[in-house]
């Protein structure tokens, strides 16, 4: 695949994401759990695959920002499920 096909994959992935992120926070109304949880675990994949597609095709090896990166990726991955757990937290 080009490389463009995997920038723009992991590109929306990540704008994605990041919204049902934070629709996760403003309303984490428990009907709406399932499938919230839901698409951001499929938008945090994407995003994953895309992202070390677009390493393999550009062949830029593994380098030291990735790691950083990953660790982002967790961190955003994971917050959508803490909206729901604690919502009282949440200001």
Do not use: E
């Not at 590109?11 to 934070?22: E, G, R, W």
């Not at 926070?25 to 994953?48: C, E, N, Q, S």
């Amino acid at each position: 695949m080009k490389a463009q096909i995997y920038q723009v994959l992991h590109v929306v992935s990540m704008i994605l994401l990041v919204a049902f992120t934070f629709q996760a926070f403003a309303m984490p109304d428990p009907k709406r759990r399932k499938r919230t949880l839901m698409l951001t675990g499929i938008f945090a994949t994407v995003m994953l695959i895309a992202g070390f597609g677009l390493l393999s095709v550009l062949k830029i090896g593994f380098p030291a920002w990735i790691f950083i990166k990953l660790i982002c990726w967790f961190g955003l991955a994971g917050l959508g499920g803490m909206a729901y757990r604690m919502p009282n937290r949440i200001p």
